[in-house]
């Protein structure tokens, strides 16, 4: 074996080793992925993700999925000749285009994305929000029409899932107490989810690196990110507006316990991977004072609770 070799297979070593107290850290646990974005609708990208999903899952993590699909309903909305109309981030939805969020988040993106994980195996199982009751929402503003807030989630199907070995892949439509579907944004029903099942994180995947502290600036990435900055963003008017619900989000999950939230560019290859098992990680996190950061005995600090191997 020559020099050089020798060496790649050392920088292979070392890189596993750099992985092990973040292995460590989140054996066992929770994580709550939001994927979304142009992620599904390259294909390459999505069986990436698909594959990084499957190796958190062997390696200890617990993921759930949850998924909206965007960029899909606006193409069958613009193939109808139906408005495609937003507020705020949100989907304005009138029943017609409910009835096409419902076709293409269920019957197409997540048939799609449970195909793609069950490459590796019999793992991930299909849910739609309104399955078993899992999710419940009241709508959110009248002039939004069918666009929902969730007030309730049931996670006994998901406990059930995840208990059995399997990958919750959940599309966010939810069930309505009119009997009707409600269209949920994607990034609050994961914020929702992992705070009903007590998450150690909740990862959002878009299309851009992160938070900005000038979006304009890209060297200006916020990497780190306190939960009182990020209500801050919030309030001033500083995001733009399709990142309102993913902070929005965000806030919502660290301030039901979550511990840490996690705005990754889900077209960056292997993201989840580089965030969740390197050093460096990638994107923005935000967590309760912005500071926490792992210990030479791969624990996190300010937290006494971790799983120790």
Known sequence: MTDQAMQ???????????????????WGRTVVIKYGGSAMTDTALRDMVAADIVLMKLVGINPVIIHGGGHDITSYMERLDMPVVFDDGLRVTDDAAMEVVKMVLVGKVNSELVSAINQHGPLAVGVS??????????????????????????????????????IPVI?????????????????????EVAAALGAEKVILLTDVDGLYADFQDKTSLLST?????????????S????????????????????????????????????????????????????????????TYAGYEDEVTL
């Open 171 to 191: 599309a966010s439509v939810a069930a309505g107490d009119d009997g009707g579907s409600f269209n949920v944004n994607a990034d609050l029903v994961a914020s």
């Open 8 to 26: 790649e297979l050392l920088a292979k070593a070392g890189t596993l080793m750099e992985a092990l107290p973040w292995i460590k850290s989140t």
């Open 225 to 237: 990110l306190s939960l009182e900055q990020a209500r801050q963003m919030v309030s001033d008017g």
């Open 129 to 166: 929000g309104e399955d078993a009751n899992l999710l419940r929402a009241r709508q959110l503003d009248p002039r939004l029409g069918r666009v929902g807030e969730v007030y309730k989630v049931d996670t006994t199907v998901l406990v059930n899932l995840v208990k059995d070995g399997f």
């Open 239 to 298: 995001l733009a507006e399709g990142m309102i619900p993913k902070v929005d989000g965000c806030i919502r999950a660290l301030e039901a316990g979550v511990k840490r939230a996690h705005i990754l560019n889900g077209t960056a290859p292997h993201a989840l991977l580089l965030e969740v098992y390197t050093d460096a990680g990638i994107g923005t996190m935000i967590t309760h004072d912005g500071s926490l950061g792992l210990c030479d005995d791969g």
